[in-house]
């Protein structure tokens, strides 16, 4: 038998290693053990998606009640109502986020495919429940809003789905609730009629929204009047409504315009966006980017309105400059409307760096 050497058996035992709770490679453990913040940061969840998106909230009006009454018989309406919803979602290229229960979460890429989306689905809820008895029909409560959203596996998050959840509450079964964003979109389509319903306080949101009532199948076409009632109709001066409404037209299609120009820009553009707009439809888009990182504040002149023959003048003007990067025009614009609307804006642009 053969005597053993001097020398110590070694003996290989394999690393514990803490990303797996067990044994593992050194060459897997050895890394960690010396750096174990790297391993906290391969923990850490990845950086949230952020995105632009028309918001489809719905749910049962009276859902509790249908299921106190029939637990099967609702489980059984609404398998077949959200299969109705489900494909005309998926018809009208909408994506759906989340579904708890009797609502329904879905996501646009476009705020006129989630509203026709919308009238869809109740005109085919309301020819659905013709051969229920009234007390067991199922209407749906439906809110659209535009905003930014959150996506994190699929589903989303964020103030925008917040208001749009809300929004449903404010109307009636087989009806649908839009915000100011949505309405300011598609005002002038026509075939739509929305009801505004006032600055609303709801659950949960800090600020009060604004909300509308879309009505649907109604008549919008303006009454025809005789020839001697026009004539003297265009004899009278405009009323002070008619001003009013006009004057609150310009300055939504101001406001649209001036955030076409500036939702991919500069820190100094947003910014000169909300100087002009608060309290505007796209104020938390804008403040939220630029809470990002790489933008860095700046103080850009405050834009100044005009009346609104020159507010049409300053929005021809500057449509025509605005995708410009010639110094030259941009100055010419500053020139013709020094106190215009976008006159911040152009600095802002003259000051970047993109400006030839």
Same mark, same amino acid.
């Not at 790297?38 to 009640?65: F, N, Q, T």
């Given at each position: 038998m053969p005597r053993p050497s001097g020398k110590s058996l070694s003996v290989h035992r394999p690393a514990y290693c803490p990303q797996q709770g067990n044994a593992c490679d050194p060459a897997v453990a050895e890394p960690i053990a010396s750096a174990p913040e790297r391993l906290?940061?391969?923990?850490?969840?990845? *950086?949230? $998606? +952020?995105?632009?998106?028309?918001?489809?909230?719905?749910?049962? $009006?009276?859902?509790?009640?249908?299921?106190?009454?029939?637990? !099967?018989?609702?489980?059984?309406?609404?398998?077949?109502?959200?299969?109705?919803?489900? !494909?005309?979602?998926?018809?009208?290229?909408? +994506?759906?986020?989340?579904?708890?229960?009797?609502?329904?979460?879905?996501? @646009?890429? /476009?705020?006129?495919?989630?509203?026709?989306?919308?009238? *869809?689905?109740?005109?085919?809820? !309301? /020819?659905?429940? !013709?051969? $229920?008895?009234? &007390? +067991?029909?199922?209407? @749906?409560?439906?809110?659209?809003?535009? &905003?930014?959203?959150?996506?994190?596996?699929?589903?989303? @998050? #964020?103030? #925008?789905?917040?208001?749009?959840?809300?929004?449903? #509450?404010?109307?009636?079964?087989?009806?649908?609730?839009?915000?100011?964003?949505?309405?300011?979109?598609?005002?002038?389509?026509?075939?739509?009629? @929305? $009801?505004d319903l006032g600055e609303q306080l709801v659950k949960n949101i800090a600020h009060p929204i604004r909300a509308f009532r879309l009505r649907i199948g109604e008549d919008i076409s303006a009454p025809r009047v005789s020839d001697n009632e026009e004539i003297a109709d265009s004899a009278e001066p405009p009323s002070a409504v008619a001003i009013s409404e006009l004057s609150a037209d310009n300055e939504v299609a101001l406001e649209l315009a001036f955030w076409e120009s500036v939702k991919d820009g500069s820190a100094a553009e947003l910014e000169s966006y909300l100087e002009q707009y608060p309290e505007g439809t796209f104020a938390p888009l804008a403040k939220t980017r630029l809470s990002a990182p790489g933008f860095l504040p700046s103080d850009p002149p405050a834009p100044a309105a005009s009346d609104v023959a020159g507010d049409a003048l300053d929005l021809a003007f500057w449509n025509s400059v605005k995708d410009s990067d010639r110094r030259e025009e941009l100055q010419a614009y500053l020139e013709q409307h020094p106190n215009g609307h976008f006159a911040g804006l152009a600095r802002a642009r003259l000051a970047g760096p993109n400006v030839a």
């Amino acid at each position: 038998m053969p005597r053993p050497s001097g020398k110590s058996l070694s003996v290989h035992r394999p690393a514990y290693c803490p990303q797996q709770g067990n044994a593992c490679d050194p060459a897997v453990a050895e890394p960690i053990a010396s750096a174990p913040e790297r391993l906290k940061l391969d923990m850490e969840a990845p *950086e949230l $998606e +952020r995105r632009l998106a028309a918001i489809l909230a719905a749910d049962v $009006e009276g859902y509790s009640r249908l299921m106190h009454g029939d637990e !099967e018989a609702t489980m059984a309406t609404l398998s077949a109502r959200r299969a109705i919803v489900d !494909e005309l979602i998926a018809r009208h290229r909408g +994506r759906i986020a989340n579904t708890a229960g009797d609502s329904v979460l879905a996501e @646009f890429a /476009s705020t006129l495919d989630a509203v026709r989306c919308a009238i *869809e689905i109740q005109a085919a809820l !309301e /020819s659905a429940n !013709e051969d $229920e008895p009234e &007390g +067991r029909q199922m209407r @749906f409560r439906i809110g659209v809003n535009v &905003g930014d959203v959150m996506v994190k596996d699929d589903d989303i @998050f #964020g103030d #925008g789905v917040n208001v749009a959840a809300r929004l449903e #509450g404010l109307v009636n079964g087989g009806e649908i609730c839009v915000s100011r964003g949505v309405r300011d979109h598609l005002r002038h389509r026509g075939g739509l009629v @929305f $009801e505004d319903l006032g600055e609303q306080l709801v659950k949960n949101i800090a600020h009060p929204i604004r909300a509308f009532r879309l009505r649907i199948g109604e008549d919008i076409s303006a009454p025809r009047v005789s020839d001697n009632e026009e004539i003297a109709d265009s004899a009278e001066p405009p009323s002070a409504v008619a001003i009013s409404e006009l004057s609150a037209d310009n300055e939504v299609a101001l406001e649209l315009a001036f955030w076409e120009s500036v939702k991919d820009g500069s820190a100094a553009e947003l910014e000169s966006y909300l100087e002009q707009y608060p309290e505007g439809t796209f104020a938390p888009l804008a403040k939220t980017r630029l809470s990002a990182p790489g933008f860095l504040p700046s103080d850009p002149p405050a834009p100044a309105a005009s009346d609104v023959a020159g507010d049409a003048l300053d929005l021809a003007f500057w449509n025509s400059v605005k995708d410009s990067d010639r110094r030259e025009e941009l100055q010419a614009y500053l020139e013709q409307h020094p106190n215009g609307h976008f006159a911040g804006l152009a600095r802002a642009r003259l000051a970047g760096p993109n400006v030839a």
